[in-house]
């Protein structure tokens, strides 16, 4: 929209959706750039919830995908100040519901320091949804029958189905493989960060490529398929939308607004 137009919108004081994502690897048979996904839920929450959805921002903390030719990681120290310049942005308009809509899991515990922050110097709390944890077990039950989230894993659902989904004409299903994991230190990897040592977990600085030529960490992508990537979206969707209508009721701000002169 116009500023003419989101200075009309700013008068009945929306949510703001912040969206987050990253340009990383998603599997061989998937294309790279998961905000995409990002930008597409929050696009729909945004009409479901009268909120706003700002641009999305497609770069992350993602260095454990480094090794991987393509990919595009922000530092955390810039990833942090992007965000809280973002954020800010808006509260220094007045707008303080301001809700993260974060799918990359490397960001949040970078997002977590920063709303911590933010509540500790402005007073306010800001909410972030990782949307990739919020599924049931139930709907992962209902998806996949006797796997449930074992299904799961970088690479594969819920991210690839929901790709189909949205994306099928990106998608190359023939190169989907399952997960098979290598080692280090002689000893079997643990998702990205970790390697099993006597069934005691040690924590290592892997590469992605480190665990899987591709990046995979559990689950099939060959399991994946369009229709589960709609119920996958819906109940993101959904939740958020639901949350968001929460939100409108509540104040997230300590005195905030008595503090800044918002700008015309």
């Known amino acids: 929209m116009s500023s003419v ?3 009309e919108e700013k008068k009945r004081n929306p949510t703001i959706l912040i969206p987050l994502g990253s340009q990383e690897l998603q599997g061989p048979q998937g294309p790279m750039g998961d905000y995409m996904l990002s930008e597409k839920m929050a696009e729909e929450v945004a009409r479901r919830s009268d909120a706003i959805s ?3 921002i497609p ?3 993602a260095d454990v995908f480094r090794s991987v030719p393509g990919g595009m990681q922000l530092r955390p120290e810039t990833f942090l100040m992007l965000l809280e310049d973002c954020i800010t942005a808006f509260l220094d308009h007045g707008l ?7 799918g990359h899991t490397g960001n949040a515990p970078l997002i977590d320091q920063l709303t911590r922050r933010l509540k500790r110097e402005r007073g306010i709390i800001i909410p972030a949804i990782h949307i990739w944890k919020i599924t049931p077990k139930s709907l992962w039950e209902e998806l996949h029958p006797g796997l449930g989230e074992k299904a799961g894993g970088h690479g594969a659902d819920p991210i690839a189905s929901v ?5 099928p004409h990106l ?3 023939e190169l989907a493989e399952p997960a098979t994991a290598k080692s280090a230190l002689g000893l079997p990897t643990i998702g990205l960060s970790a390697v099993d040592f006597d069934g005691v977990p ?3 600085p892997l590469d992605a490529t480190d665990v899987h030529e591709h990046g995979l960490v559990g689950g099939d992508a060959r399991l994946s398929n369009a229709d589960k990537g709609r119920a996958f979206a819906e109940h993101i969707i959904e939740v958020t939308a639901n949350f968001i209508r929460h939100f409108e009721k509540c104040d997230p701000c300590e005195g905030l607004l008595d503090r800044i002169d918002p700008i015309a």
């Open 202 to 204: 040690i924590n290592v």
């Open 163 to 167: 790709y189909h989904h949205y994306f």
């Open 5 to 7: 137009e989101f200075a």
């Open 54 to 56: 700002a641009p999305t």
């Open 59 to 61: 770069f992350g903390y």
């Open 171 to 173: 998608m190359r299903p």
């Open 96 to 102: 303080a519901r301001v809700v993260l809509f974060n």
